[in-house]
Antibody
């Protein structure tokens, strides 16, 4: 069974860039799935951030599109999240996930999540 | 984007009883509705989609129904491990969106 593990700084300064890595094990990131980032904050609940397909196609939430970038390193079985110009509103638990069937809609494998706090 | 509204916010249920959770969409999402369960300190877990197909390993006491804008998750004979927060998610319109959750607590 595939496993996902998020990593990255737990504290980011306002106006800085949030950068997270998701390590995929037990399966290839080149397989026909979509790899997703979702965040969870007390104020906004669960929010879909965006996704990347095995072919590198990306899709972002319009509310974040100007600030977000998702990329993949197939050689290392990793995918990444970068969120620029962060504010306190970006404080959340960030999850990486894999979808059920390649559609990108249903997320059946999740990392355990990593808390990122935006504060000076 | 489509707004998903869940009710009630909190549901108090005794073990062995059943629970009915509701999810309403601000516009029709056809049958493209999923439910997730989340326990404290854990990631969400996919329970049901489509909106009545149970994900792999999900017990038959979990049932989903509905279409259009009104959906229901029913948990029959609640077990101790079922006390958690439940989220609905629509994936008919982009971007996919989630409800604010219903907490099922022990009465």
């Amino acid at each position: 069974q595939v496993q996902l593990q998020e990593s990255g700084p737990g504290l980011v300064k306002p106006s800085g860039t949030l950068s997270l890595t998701c390590a995929v094990s037990g399966g290839s990131i080149s397989s026909s799935y979509r790899w997703t980032w979702v965040r969870q904050s007390p104020g906004k609940g669960l929010e879909w951030i965006g996704e990347i397909s095995h072919s590198g196609y990306t899709n972002y939430n319009p509310s974040l599109k100007s600030r977000v970038s998702i990329s993949v390193d197939k050689t290392k079985n990793l995918f990444y999240l970068n969120l620029a110009s962060v504010t306190a509103a970006d404080t959340a638990v960030y999850y990486c996930a894999r979808d059920l069937d390649g559609s990108g809609w249903l997320h059946d494998q999740w990392g355990q999540g990593t808390l990122v706090t935006v504060s000076s | 984007e489509i707004v998903m509204t869940q009710s009630p916010a909190t549901l108090s249920v005794s073990p062995g009883e059943s629970a009915t959770l509701s999810c309403r969409a601000s516009q029709s999402v056809s049958r493209d509705l999923a439910w997730y369960q989340q326990k404290p300190g854990q990631a969400p877990r996919l329970l049901i989609y489509g909106p009545s197909t149970r994900a792999t390993g999900i017990p038959a006491r979990f049932g989903g129904s509905g279409s259009g804008t009104e959906f229901t998750l029913t948990i029959s004979s609640l077990q101790s491990e079922d006390f958690a927060v439940y989220y609905c998610q629509q994936y008919n319109n982009w971007p996919q969106t989630f409800g604010q959750g219903t907490k099922v607590e022990i009465k």
